[in-house]
């Protein structure tokens, strides 16, 4: 079956204007997460959904990042007024429902380049 | 607070020697415990979890790690590395004992096998 797919894969933009960042989970997952992979830095969390409960956004850097999720399934992640800081792999995961042990499945990630 | 700890950047072991990559964590809980590998250009994969038993888990490609509660350790291991195994390795926590399902992730440990 189809695995986690996010698009773009790479990004270029310029300082300041906004960006939207797409994450397809897999099938039946209803747990999907944000993560942000800088250069020689491990994985630092942004967002989650599950469910129709309350995204837990204690992870967004700054009120120019938000989320959301529609339909229980896609997922968009957009950053406003990019600054040269946001620039990083952007990683999408999803998890079955259930156990909170279920492991997550990434996606290939979206490049972002602020310049 | 949730934290893990990889000590070592980088590990570079001969093939067909045995490999550890380092990882220790700290949760107010229990932990829920992962590896994950990533290859160039690509997502990261799913290695192997510890939830709850038997100490030592066994995982994907040869690989398993030991939990040492006591010295809050998840180190990975294989008996013989190669080459293949060459990527950049993830060590995650999450505490069972909260409701975050979020992972927190070391700052990754790049593993390099030599022929």
């Known amino acids: 079956g189809a695995g986690v797919s996010q698009s773009p894969s790479n990004k270029v933009t310029e300082k300041g204007k906004d960006v939207e960042l797409r994450c397809d989970p897999i099938?039946?997952?209803?747990?999907l997460y944000w993560y942000r992979q800088s250069l020689g830095q491990g994985l630092e969390f942004l967002i989650y959904?599950?469910?129709?409960?309350?995204?837990?956004k204690s992870g967004l850097p700054s009120d120019r990042f938000s989320a959301e999720r529609t339909g229980g399934s896609v997922s968009t992640l957009t950053i406003q007024r990019t600054q040269q800081e946001d620039s990083a792999v952007y990683l999408c995961a999803s998890s079955q429902p259930g156990l909170a042990g279920n492991e997550q499945f990434f996606g290939p990630g979206t490049r972002l380049t602020v310049l | 607070a949730q934290s893990v700890a990889q000590p070592e950047d980088q590990v570079n072991v001969a093939e067909g020697n045995p490999l550890t990559v380092k990882c220790t964590y700290s949760v107010s809980g229990n932990p829920y415990l992962f590896w994950y590998v990533q290859y160039p250009n690509r997502g990261l994969q799913f290695l192997l979890k510890?939830?709850?038993?038997?100490?030592l888990v066994k995982g994907s490609y040869g690989f398993e790690a030991e939990f040492n509660k006591s010295q809050t350790s998840f180190h990975l291991k294989k008996p013989s590395a190669l080459v293949s195994d060459s990527a950049l390795y993830f060590c995650?926590?999450?505490?069972?004992?909260?409701?975050?399902?979020?992972?927190?992730f070391g700052s990754g440990t790049r593993l390099q096998v030599q022929p």
């Open positions: 099938s039946g997952h209803t747990a």
């Open positions: 995650a926590v999450r505490d069972m004992d909260t409701g975050r399902r979020a992972l927190t």
């Open positions: 510890y939830i709850t038993g038997d100490n």
């Open positions: 959904f599950q469910g129709n409960s309350a995204p837990d």
